[in-house]
């Protein structure tokens, strides 16, 4: 650990530019103030830490009541949807009967006009007889051929019997035909009626599925929201953990800031005294055992590789207090900076994350890589710029394999005020 520590104090030496020289020197009093006064807003902060969890806890459990709102309301709907279905699949097997007897009655109606046709047929040929004999001679000649009175009244009544038969019969069938086709239009009518309820039925379930779709766009959409916030939120003691962390960091950083500035002084004064420049030279002096190969210069580089999925900011209604950068392959994670871990531990929100504070020229910065499927540095170890910490993942309240990488220009604290849009400042794909 000692070790890593006179590493890093060289680093932050390097990263403050100019170490020797009484201004430089003053320059470097001034920032261990400035970390100082960073430090104690810290402190105070950690006291604080109530209303802001009640805020969130309160937000999620608002959120949480919306979406049991919406299921309660889908599960509604699913019953509506049941209730219709049934209701069609009913009507539709009433359709389906109601068809079975139009044909029936169609087929009856069929027989029974064939039957009127045989008998019309019957009929004509009866009267042609009749035209041909003369009409009604046969009667006549049936009724003089009577032998007796007795005989005449008998077949007199048989002749008015036949006349009597021919027209009942087809009174009968104009009678059965007349009902068949009353029986008939009121089947059909009846049909007409289901079809239309049929109709109704199905345009219902249609209304019913598009509500639910849109219930269900909703729902998505209240998740995505409370993941949000649920990502951003810790609990107390998380919290508690951080900000402890935080200060031990920027005691850490003071500390070396001092020896740097010791360190400065002496060789200052060496320098004074043999007159010799050799300005830059600490430029070159901390050669980076695990530098990798595309670590920008300057204070920053960028913490992975992929393609931004999500911006700082907007996310639906929400607030997004970092940037996401998706990657298909459990790519690493670097540090953003010259830095000292404040925690490396699993989140419930934030899945594995690293917390780092950096000091640069005295101005706190934070960063945080969160989701991370396995976390290769601990609490209170130092990193260097584009040192490997841990590996991209889907960890914690996330959907999908990304990194989400928050920047703070300030130390992190709960309400995320200093966080801002890394963007232009921290490389990123
Ligand atoms: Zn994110």
């Known amino acids: 650990m000692k070790k890593t520590v006179i590493t890093v104090a ?38 604080n830490l109530k209303e802001d969890i009640n805020q969130a806890n ?10 049991a709102g919406v299921q309660s309301e889908m599960k509604r ?36 006009k064939e039957r009127i046709n045989k008998r019309n047929v019957l009929l004509k040929d009866r009267a042609r007889s009749y035209q041909e004999n003369g009409g009604m001679v046969n009667y006549l000649d049936v009724l003089i051929g009577s032998t007796s009175f007795n005989d005449f009244i008998d077949r007199a009544n048989a002749v008015a019997t036949i006349v ?56 998505a959409s209240l998740k995505d929201k409370e993941e949000e916030v649920h990502e951003g939120m810790m609990d107390m003691q998380e919290e508690e953990q951080i900000l402890a962390g935080q200060e031990a960091a920027i005691q850490k950083a003071i500390q070396m800031e001092k020896e740097a500035q010791a360190r400065a002084a002496a060789e200052a004064k060496r320098n004074t005294s043999s007159n010799s420049s050799n300005s830059g030279s600490n430029n070159n002096s901390a050669p980076r055992s695990d530098a990798t190969p595309n670590v920008s210069s300057g204070y920053w580089t960028q913490p992975t590789t992929g393609y931004r999925s999500s911006g700082f900011g907007g996310r639906g209604d929400g607030n997004h207090y970092g940037v996401d950068i998706a990657n298909g392959t459990k790519v690493p994670i670097v540090a953003a900076a010259d830095g000292v871990v404040i925690r490396s531990y699993y989140s419930s929100s934030y899945g594995n994350c690293i917390f780092v504070s950096h000091s640069i020229n005295g101005k706190v910065y934070t960063t945080i890589y969160a989701h991370m499927t396995a976390r290769y540095v601990g609490g209170g170890a130092t990193v260097k ?45």
């Open 10 to 47: 060289v680093a932050l030496t390097v990263g403050l530019g100019t170490t020797f020289g009484g201004v430089a020197i003053k320059t470097e009093a001034e920032s261990i103030s400035s970390l100082k006064g960073e430090q104690s807003k810290i402190h105070d902060k950690r006291s």
């Open 58 to 67: 309160g937000q999620i459990n608002s959120l949480k009541n919306q979406q």
């Open 77 to 112: 709907i699913d019953f509506a949807i049941e209730d219709t279905t049934t209701k069609i699949n009913d009507k539709t097997e009433k359709v389906k009967d109601t068809k079975a007897e139009v044909t029936k009655l169609q087929a009856e109606t069929k027989v029974i």
């Open 164 to 219: 009597q038969a021919d027209q009942d019969i087809i009174k009968q069938h104009e009678a059965d035909k007349n009902e068949l086709a009353m029986k008939q239009a009121k089947v059909e009518k009846d049909l007409s009626n289901l079809q239309k309820m049929l109709a109704d039925l199905k345009n219902m379930n249609q209304q019913l599925s598009a509500q639910k779709k849109e219930k269900d766009k909703l729902l």
């Open 385 to 429: 710029k584009g040192q490997k910490i841990g590996l991209m993942g889907n960890t914690g309240a996330s959907r999908g394999q990304h990194l989400h990488f928050e920047l703070h220009k300030g130390p992190w604290t709960p309400d995320k005020r200093y966080a801002i849009n890394p963007v232009g400042i921290v490389p990123l794909p």
